[in-house]
Every structure is written in structure tokens, then in C-alpha cells.
């Protein structure tokens, strides 16, 4: 079982839709991530949070939004996406140490129409 | 600038035969080395790390990996795998500052009965 959770695990939405994914951990992490991952691709860095403020951005398209409401919580608001947007968003989290590793949820799996 | 390379995209290998994925990276400043696994429809899992000390990394489910300073790899080995251990494998660096974790492009590696 996964210390991260991500909903929902699947997603299909049109280019007007305005939807969410959500992840959430209770490992005590500072630090969150989202990640995208094409198909039979590595995972991409898109955002990462640090103590719930946004430490990195990525160069991401303004039709994705990130927010860290607290420290356990990490939203992406999607609005507009386009179908090359489709891919398996994933979120992570880890400790604020220098080599700390990655812990992923399972991640969502988005389709654009 | 930091690049990792991970040399075959596949490995196809005979249950309970040795196999090695091998990884190479570049950066011109120390970095902490991991591997990661990605079974079908999940996010991706740590199998090991390197930090310091020691070059030889014990990780979970009997793999090992070598940190050469010299050839800049840090190559992945199991003894004898299992039809299980199907799956996606990413070699990853990171840096002493920053949270960007930079991965390989992966290597699939299949297991024949």
C-alpha cells in the first residue's frame, strides 16, 4: 500500500472541463511534488512545494494550477486542457534533507477528449 | 548540468538467470544516486540508494547496485529474478540542493518462464 494517495484514479474530461486531482500524505513530509509521465516516458517535474509554498515551477502551462493547502494536502486544478495533456499524473513527497528520496502515490490517470 | 543514461531500453532475461541494468550519469558536483520500480498502472517505488559510504547499496527484493565514482555508473543487479520483477526500472540523481530529481529514460526489463 501506497503512504500516498492520489484521487481520483481515474479521470476523463473535455477541453472546457474544469476538474481536480488531489493527493494526500501523513508521513509528515515538507516537501510535494507533481510529476507528469507519458507513456513508456520517465516522469517530468512539473511543480514542487516547499512548506506549502511553491519552491519550483517548471515552465507548466497556466491551464494547470497547483495549490498546497496545508502541509498534507496537494491539489492540481486543471481548466482547458488540450488532448496532448492526457498522461498519468503523479505526486510525491519526501523530506527536506539533501538525498532524501521520492515517495509516489499511484498516481491519476488523465484523458483529455 | 546533471544527465543520467540507462544504456537498454530492454532487458529481456529467463526466470531465475542474473541480470544487470546498467545507468550512467553526468554532473560536474556530488550527487545521490537511486533506483526506482514502476509495476503496471502504479507509481513508481524505491528500490535503493546511494549517499555515501559504502559503494556496494543493498536495496528490497535482492537487488543491488555498484556506485563507481570513476566510470560515473551505478549499475543495478539481481542474482536470479523472478517472473515478478517485471517492470519498468529508472535510474535517478540528485543533487545537494534543490528538489530536482533528475531520471533516466528507463529500461523494461521482462521476465521469460
Known amino acids: 500500500d501506497t503512504e500516498v494517495t492520489q484521487t481520483p484514479k481515474h479521470l476523463v474530461m473535455g477541453m472546457t472541463n474544469k476538474k481536480s486531482l488531489k493527493c494526500e500524505q501523513h508521513?509528515?513530509?515538507?516537501?510535494m511534488y507533481w510529476y507528469k509521465q507519458k507513456a513508456k516516458k520517465p516522469p517530468e517535474l512539473m511543480f514542487v512545494?516547499?512548506?506549502?509554498?511553491?519552491?519550483i515551477n517548471e515552465s507548466v502551462p497556466s491551464r494547470f494550477s497547483p495549490e498546497c493547502p496545508n502541509s498534507s494536502l496537494l491539489n492540481l486544478h486543471l481548466h482547458a486542457l488540450q488532448p496532448e495533456d492526457s498522461a498519468l499524473y503523479l505526486c510525491?513527497?519526501?523530506?527536506?534533507?539533501?538525498?532524501?528520496?521520492?515517495?509516489f502515490g499511484n498516481g491519476t490517470r488523465l484523458t483529455v477528449t | 548540468a546533471q544527465s543520467v543514461t540507462q544504456l537498454d531500453s530492454q532487458v529481456p532475461v529467463f526466470e531465475e538467470a542474473p541480470v544487470e541494468l546498467r545507468c550512467n550519469y553526468s554532473?560536474?558536483?556530488?550527487?545521490?544516486l537511486f533506483w526506482y520500480v514502476q509495476y503496471p498502472n502504479q507509481g513508481l517505488q524505491l528500490l535503493l540508494k546511494?549517499?555515501?559510504?559504502?559503494?556496494l547499496v543493498k536495496g528490497i527484493n535482492g537487488f543491488e547496485a555498484e556506485f563507481n565514482k570513476s566510470q560515473t555508473s551505478f549499475h543495478l543487479r539481481k542474482p536470479s529474478v523472478h517472473i515478478s520483477d517485471t517492470a519498468e526500472y529508472f535510474c535517478?540523481?540528485?543533487?545537494?540542493?534543490?528538489?530536482?530529481?533528475?531520471f533516466g529514460a528507463g529500461t523494461r526489463l521482462f521476465v521469460k518462464a
Open positions: 554532473s560536474s558536483v556530488s550527487v545521490y
Open positions: 535517478a540523481v540528485s543533487q545537494d540542493r534543490g528538489f530536482k530529481t533528475i
Open positions: 508521513m509528515g513530509h515538507r516537501a
Open positions: 510525491a513527497s519526501s523530506v527536506r534533507d539533501p538525498g532524501s528520496p521520492l515517495h
Open positions: 512545494y516547499s512548506y506549502e509554498k511553491l519552491s
Open positions: 546511494y549517499l555515501s559510504g559504502s559503494t
